[in-house]
């Protein structure tokens, strides 16, 4: 079972940007879908992007222009380039597998925090 740990977070004022990056610990290329994920406090879990093999990619609207998702299967990585950031996009960010029924166990995350 391929397990992912994330990094990248940090502070950042409104506007800012931030990369995400996340490493399995094993080959993700047998896997369609990796979803990027975020949940901030109080809130459920929800999917912000997703990265398909053959380079299909889907955003949350939320996020859609200023959110880019990529995945690079021969260094079992997938990336989230998010500029643009807004207080709202304050959240621990994680990545797994999409749909649920792939989804694997959840890993620390990282956290985000855009704040003045």
């Known amino acids: 079972q391929v397990q992912f740990v994330e990094s990248g977070g940090g502070l950042v004022q409104p506007g800012g940007s931030l990369r995400l990056s996340c490493a399995a610990s094993g080959s993700i290329f047998s896997i369609w879908a990796i979803g990027w994920y975020r949940q901030a406090p109080g809130k459920q879990r929800e999917l912000v992007a997703r990265a398909h093999n053959g380079g299909f990619t889907n955003y949350a609207e939320s996020v859609k222009g200023r959110f880019t998702i990529s995945r690079d299967n021969a260094k079992n990585s997938v990336s989230l380039q998010m500029n643009s950031l807004k207080p709202d996009d304050t959240a621990v960010y994680y990545c797994?597998?999409?749909?649920?029924?792939?989804?694997?166990?959840w890993g620390q995350g990282t956290q985000v925090t855009v704040s003045s």
């Open positions: 797994n597998g999409w749909p649920a029924s792939v989804v694997t166990s």
